[in-house]
């Protein structure tokens, strides 16, 4: 067995899924239907099923899926969008790509999202949209977010990349995450909670029109074969991916169950350590743990991460730099300073979390730890 510690190991979930996944993907090369075709139409329907939500689009990826439910909206070139400073370029990328304005807001410290509070003040009469990200596995706190939309008239765009498969209690129901707003995006990048074996994105949504028009766009703007109606783009989910998808779809609560095991021994170990923040749990989301992000308060941070990656410990920083002062977003930095974005950026610190950790890998991370704090 191989001792070196990842971030994320992938093959261990691989090798014990191996006979279904292996059987669905010759499935397909049986077949030669590679584009489209059954193998896709099966995973969109099994996850709308999933999620409870009328219509699953597949795309390419998770920011051609940000993208496309954008063009999706209609908007005109500088028009607002609020986004989040805290959080993957892609969310912000894609709206300074269609020509509108990415208006960066300041997150919470304990969850790291965005709060309706936040999203009201930014509210100017160019806002046409907000995209609350669900950052490292619970959703944003969703129901004032869509009051505050719904009174301004402007869109919402779920980023779910790191939250599929979390529930959101709202109105005495627990809707999945990316299917409260209008539309909800997701990514199935190897490393997500539900990760293909290359790219692959969805677009949800419950809106017949926007569901039809963003199938057009994704596919060359095409209303019929040969017939263009709009500038579109190119985005397809693969038939290989969509097979491979199908079979983790089914295990994907197990996934989330293994996740928060491991993020639960996290927090247990971690309790004690008085500069230390454990996650800070949702009361209305539940958690997947797409990242095990601790706070570290004492100003070591980094020092911290060397000590473990000294110790062939991995641990990332998502995300070390506000997007504000990113050098592609300087157009768009007139807000120099949200102080819990830059708060949060010096102090986060991510840790091994994966469906297949076992406890003595993890004991060596809590060890790791510790013995920076002994
Ligand atoms: C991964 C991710 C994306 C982009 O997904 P890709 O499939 O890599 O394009 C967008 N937003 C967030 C928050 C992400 O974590």
Redesign the pocket.
């Known amino acids: 067995m191989n001792d070196k510690i990842q971030m994320v190991d992938l093959r261990s979930q691989y090798m014990r899924l191996k006979e279904e996944i292996d059987t669905a993907m010759q499935a397909v090369l049986d077949s030669a239907w590679y584009i489209k075709g059954p193998a896709v139409a099966s995973f969109e329907t099994h996850l709308a099923g999933y999620l409870d939500v009328e219509h699953v689009i597949g795309c390419a990826?998770?920011?051609?899926a940000?993208q496309i439910a954008l063009m999706a909206l209609g908007l005109e070139p500088g028009d607002e969008v609020i986004v989040p400073a805290f959080?993957?370029v892609?969310?912000a990328e894609v709206i300074a790509l269609l020509h509108l304005k990415p208006v960066m807001v300041d997150v919470r410290p304990d969850t790291f999202d965005l709060t309706a509070e936040v999203v009201e003040a930014a509210i100017t009469p160019r806002t046409k949209a907000v995209v609350p990200?669900h950052?490292f596995g619970q959703t944003a706190d969703m129901a004032p977010i869509m009051d505050v939309a719904r009174k301004h008239g402007i869109f919402v765009i779920e980023?779910n990349?790191?939250a599929i498969g979390a529930r959101y209690e709202m109105a005495g129901s627990r809707l999945a995450a990316g299917t409260i707003g209008d539309i909800g995006t997701t990514?199935?990048?190897p490393a997500?909670n539900l990760g293909c074996f290359g790219?692959g994105?969805a677009i949800f949504t419950r809106e017949e029109g926007l569901a039809a028009r963003i199938r057009m766009i994704a596919n060359h703007g095409q209303s019929k074969r040969y017939y263009h109606d709009e500038i579109g783009v190119n985005s397809r989910l693969d038939a290989l991916q969509a097979a491979i998808l199908d079979v983790k779809l089914k295990h994907l609560d197990d996934f989330a169950a293994r996740r928060r095991k491991v993020a639960d021994t996290y927090d247990a170990a971690f309790s004690k350590l008085e500069t230390v923040q454990t996650p800070v749990r949702s009361l209305k989301s539940d958690h997947v743990f797409h990242q095990y992000t601790l706070r570290i308060k004492d100003g070591r941070r980094d020092a911290l991460k060397a000590h473990l990656n000294a110790q062939g410990i991995p641990a990332n920083i998502y995300y070390p730099v506000p997007l504000y002062k990113q050098k592609a977003f300087a157009p768009f930095s007139e807000v120099k300073h949200l102080p819990v974005t830059e708060m949060l950026c010096k102090e986060v610190l991510s840790l091994p979390i994966y469906t297949e950790m076992r406890p003595e890998i993890q004991e060596r991370i809590i060890q790791g730890v510790r013995s920076f704090y002994e």
């Open positions: 990826n998770g920011t051609d940000l959080t993957y892609a969310t990200v950052l980023d990349a790191q990514s199935f990048f997500k790219d994105g």
